[in-house]
């Protein structure tokens, strides 16, 4: 079954519309990465599948089921299934990695501390970080602590995990950090919506490749299509000029 389906899902800020009728889907254990121009509403459709900006069109359904984006129940079911990385990680200064990582699934999901922590301390190995359960997040670097963050979303056991541009804030040599931990996730099977400037690795990791301009999909198809033979000349165009930098 399609894990994720997203169906004409269109969104506006006031009047403005920003998605105008985005259609794409992953099944299940596939890396969609979204690539396009800045402002072509990638982040915006990432937000409007989880609920934190309000689709105005269109339907979602995951693993078969619609979302309902009006009813609180419903958007609560969904963000367990789905979670959400973001570039600027946002971690809690004032608590300790272990905190940050395990303080969602025991006050929001009410798990049993001692699983939690446990859970915890096999997802911070898992992105490197075993050795800094105690450290604030300023005693880090920004690779390190986007390592944590992804430690954070997993900590909520997604299905699905949306990564947006998660490296772009990081210095360059800490960046292929950050890539190693997303490809470990990729050979483990799962589902990943994946928005990154590093073409390379899109190309590396991806089952798909959807290429977005204005609001809406340009074009879908495997890495090499996209990036070696694009239909379109938009793809062309933003293919060429990413991959000549
Ligand atoms: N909170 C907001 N309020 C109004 N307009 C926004 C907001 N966030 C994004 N936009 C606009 O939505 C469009 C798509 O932005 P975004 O989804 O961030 O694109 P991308 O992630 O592809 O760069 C842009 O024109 C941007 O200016
Ligand atoms: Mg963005």
Redesign the pocket.
């Known amino acids: 079954m399609t894990h994720l389906d997203v169906r004409d899902l269109a969104c506006s800020?006031?009047s403005?519309k920003?998605?105008k009728g985005v259609t794409l889907s992953a099944e299940k254990g596939e890396v969609v990465s979204?690539i396009?121009?800045?402002?072509?509403?990638?982040?915006?459709?990432?937000?409007a599948l989880v609920g934190l900006?309000l689709p105005s069109a269109g339907e979602v359904r995951v693993a078969g089921k619609a979302v309902d984006y009006s009813s609180r129940k419903s958007v609560r079911e969904l963000r367990s299934q789905l979670a959400i990385v973001f570039q600027q990680y946002n971690l809690f200064q004032n608590m300790t990695v272990m905190r940050n990582v395990t303080i969602a699934p025991i006050t929001i999901k009410k798990r049993p501390k001692a699983e939690v922590e446990a859970l915890a301390a096999e997802l911070l190995a898992r992105v490197g970080m075993e050795a800094k359960h105690d450290a604030y997040p300023e005693e880090l670097s920004g690779g390190q602590q986007q390592r944590v963050a992804i430690a954070r979303a997993l900590a909520l056991q997604p299905e699905i995990l949306l990564l947006?541009?998660v490296t772009s804030a990081l210095d360059p040599e800490r960046v292929n950090e950050v890539l190693d931990t997303i490809r470990r996730l990729t050979d483990e099977g799962i589902t990943m919506l994946l928005?990154s400037h590093e073409m390379s690795f899109v190309r590396e990791v991806s089952t798909r490749v959807v290429m977005?301009d204005d609001?809406k999909v340009v074009e879908t198809g495997t890495p090499s299509q996209i990036f070696d033979s694009p239909t379109h000349e938009r793809t062309r165009d933003f293919v060429g000029m990413i991959l000549k930098h």
């Open positions: 800020y006031g403005e920003i998605l979204l396009g121009p800045s402002g072509s509403g990638k982040s915006t459709l990432l937000r900006t947006d541009e928005v977005m609001g």
